[in-house]
């Protein structure tokens, strides 16, 4: 056996130009190839794989036949391709065989059909002339109906528009729209350069447009003739004919004019017979209330026949609201759409009319207010006559009150300028006035009663009776709802008449009286109208007013209570010589020689203080019974004891420094007499006695 050979080491390492001397062998080469064979290689490894599923052996033998059998099949493989393309190839005869016999059909086929139409041009020819002449006569057609459904009213929509025997109903405004929206399109036609057509269609809708309207214009006052006034409910067909007849202003405002007449007149008739329970043709309505019978008085006879007024204009606003607001804007625009197609607007100066726009609440406040001037002239009468008859001051001021009230309410009901407004106006002017007249006339009945001045020097009657009387006016002013921004301004008018003359009469009644009973009157009289106008904020004013008039003659009682202490204590003298001086050392001097301060004078003096102290509170006291506060005479007569107390230690306080410098004087002299051994009393018991 043959050993295999070793590793070559590096020494016995053929040297690379030994090997390339060497001559290739068949071994080497097939080691080369096997070598440089790249078993990475797709192609390689899918033969690898098919040669493991034929299952082949790595034999001598195999690896021999290896070759001749892929040989054999690749060859097999062919034959079968070949016969497959000669199958192919009989299959592509049939076919050209087909086409053949197809060609020759065609070829038939189209010389029979060219022989055809060669006879049969002349009629297709013609079919197309008759189908494009029926086009054309269906579109005129078509034109046509659309112009007549357009342009053109039919017999049955002119008589529903124009006869009068028609009814109007939804018909009727449909066929009036119609007519509108023709006339409005023809205006397109005139555009065109022939306008004949477009002229004589306008023609022709315009004249039944007019005959509509007059027809619609009837139709509402026969409905209007018709319609339940006591409850004027407008039914929705009405409404919808008044929307429309809005369009033109003329026919509408005749229609308006014509409800209020009607309206004015019911409204009249009916407050006549709520007032008399009887129509004013004479006859006797049982289910009513006579407002003259029922009333027992004239403010209440005033107040039921306004509380009607209102209630009346209330159900009259309320009825009519649904025609006016609800459908207020299509009324707006028909009536500018009719004033714009108004001759005599358009040949107006731009904008005479800007202003002139329909307001749906001013015009339902304004037929409001026309329906009720029948009833507002009845209303005038009757309140006329109550207040030119009537003699009470209160109840004038009453009735003008009331007179306020309502005024303000129809203020806010209609509106400020409205003619039932104005009326109230001009009544509750007659009712102030004559509450002025009375007032005057009453002061000038009791123009004697200014000079009799009570004994008592309590308020006099006429100013007592004056006050009462104010109070009730007041009372009715404060319950009455008053819209004034100053209710104060609002009523001193009031105040000027009622109660100025009666105060300035109280004043004038003083001029007779001496001090302190011309004060005590007065401060009597002002602290009464004080109490009677302090219980009502819109007098406020005044009340200060009168308390700044009373603090005055406070002021004057103080002063007269201080005089009276001065004058009766004896120390008048006294007090009015040594006020004016100071504790200084030439004052001090002045002292001894005043005449009042010497021995017999001063003693008087001091006896007079004495026999006066005892009872000087209650003589004081005494002088002012008459005021009836008798708080306020309490707190007068001790603020003059104060005073009087003040002056009083001044007087000992000088006094006293005049005896400290006579002392100091004639300190060794056997003749030096006390001032205040003669004058003994203290500032201490004068308090205690006048407190």
Same mark, same amino acid.
């Given at each position: ?30 080691v080369t190839t096997v070598i440089s064979s790249s078993y990475a290689d797709t192609e390689f ?41 000669? %199958? ?39 079919? #197309? ?62 555009? !065109? ?41 407008? #039914? ?74 209102? #209630? ?87 009735? *003008?009150?009331?007179?306020? !009230?309502? %005024?303000?309410?129809?203020? %806010? ?76 301004? $609002? ?15 109280? *004043? ?103 026999? !006066? ?8 006291? $005494? ?22 107390c003040v002056d009083f230690e001044h007087v000992e306080e000088m006094l006293m420094l005049a ?33």
């Open positions: 056996m043959t050993s295999t050979p070793g590793p070559l080491s590096p020494q016995s390492a053929p040297t690379p130009s030994s090997l390339a001397a060497k001559t290739p062998t068949p071994l080497s080469s097939k490894r899918e033969s690898l794989t098919l040669l493991d599923e034929r299952g082949i052996l790595n034999t001598a033998e195999t690896r021999r036949q290896l070759r001749l059998d892929l040989q054999k099949e690749v060859i097999d493989s062919n034959g079968e391709i070949i016969d497959e393309f000669a %199958k192919v190839a009989e299959q592509l005869r049939r076919i050209g065989t087909t086409i053949g016999r197809l060609n020759e059909t065609f070829s038939e086929m189209k010389t029979q059909i060219g022989v055809a139409h060669t006879a049969t041009s002349s009629a297709l020819t013609e079919a #197309s002339q008759l189908m494009a002449q029926r086009r054309q006569i269906e579109q005129k057609q078509t034109l046509l109906s659309a112009f007549n459904a357009n342009f053109v009213l039919s017999e049955d929509d002119t008589a529903a528009l124009t006869l009068s025997s028609e009814p109007v109903d939804d018909l009727f405004f449909a066929t009036l729209s119609k007519a509108k929206k023709i006339n409005k399109d023809c205006e397109i036609l005139l555009g !065109f350069e022939s306008q004949t057509l477009g002229l004589e269609i306008m023609e022709q809708t315009s004249k039944n447009l007019n005959l509509g309207f007059q027809k619609l214009y009837k139709w509402v006052q026969r409905e209007f003739k018709t319609l339940n006034l006591e409850n004027p409910q407008i #039914s929705s067909s009405i409404r919808r004919a008044l929307r429309v007849l809005a369009e033109r202003p003329s026919l509408f405002q005749n229609c308006l004019d014509f409800f209020a007449e009607a309206r004015e007149q019911v409204l009249g008739n009916s407050f006549y017979t709520a007032l008399t329970g009887s129509s004013p043709s004479g006859v006797e309505d049982t289910t009513v209330k006579p407002i003259e019978l029922v009333a027992h008085d004239c403010l209440r006879y005033v107040g039921d026949m306004l509380a009607w007024t209102h #209630s009346a204009a209330v159900g009259e606003r309320e009825a009519l609201e649904g025609l006016f607001v609800g459908g207020g804007d299509d009324i707006a625009k028909g009536i500018q759409a009719g004033r714009e197609n108004e001759v005599w607007r358009l040949a107006a100066e731009d904008g005479e009319y800007a202003d002139d726009e329909f307001d749906a609440v001013r015009t339902l406040n304004e037929l409001v207010d026309r329906d009720m001037s029948g009833a507002a002239r009845i209303l005038r009468q009757r309140v006329e006559q109550v207040i030119q008859t009537n003699e009470e001051t209160i109840l004038a001021y009453k009735l *003008a009150n009331l007179l306020g !009230f309502y %005024k303000s309410t129809f203020s %806010k009901l209609l509106s400020p300028d409205s003619s039932l407004v104005e009326l109230l106006g001009i009544l509750e002017s007659e009712a102030l006035r004559q509450f002025r007249s009375l007032t005057r006339d009453h002061v000038a009945a009791i123009q004697g009663d200014f000079h009799q001045t009570p004994v008592d020097l309590r308020p006099p009657e006429f100013l007592a009776d004056a006050l009462e009387q104010l109070e009730a006016i007041m009372k009715t002013y404060e319950t009455s709802f008053t819209s004034s921004g100053d209710p104060e301004e $609002e009523f001193e008018p009031v105040l000027t008449e009622a109660f100025d003359p009666f105060m300035s009469g109280s *004043a004038n009644m003083v001029e007779t009286l001496r001090s302190p009973s011309n004060s005590i009157f007065l401060t009597n009289c002002l602290m009464l109208a004080r109490s009677s106008l302090s219980r009502f904020d819109f007098t406020q004013r005044r009340v200060a007013q009168l308390q700044a008039q009373i603090e005055q003659e406070r002021a004057r009682l103080v002063k007269s209570q201080y005089e009276f202490l001065r004058s009766e204590s004896g120390l008048d003298g006294l007090i009015t010589w040594l006020k004016p001086l100071g504790g200084s050392k030439e004052d001090v001097e002045k002292v001894s020689s005043l005449e009042v301060v010497q021995p017999m004078a001063l003693e008087q003096a001091s006896q007079m203080l004495d026999d !006066f102290l005892p009872s000087a509170l209650m003589d004081a006291m $005494e002088r002012l019974k008459n005021l009836q506060d008798s708080g306020l005479a309490q707190a007068i007569t001790e603020e003059a004891a104060e005073k009087f005896d400290e410098m006579a002392e100091q004087q004639q300190r060794e002299s056997d003749d030096f007499q006390s001032l205040r051994a003669i004058f003994p009393r203290t500032s201490g018991e004068i308090r205690v006695l006048l407190s």
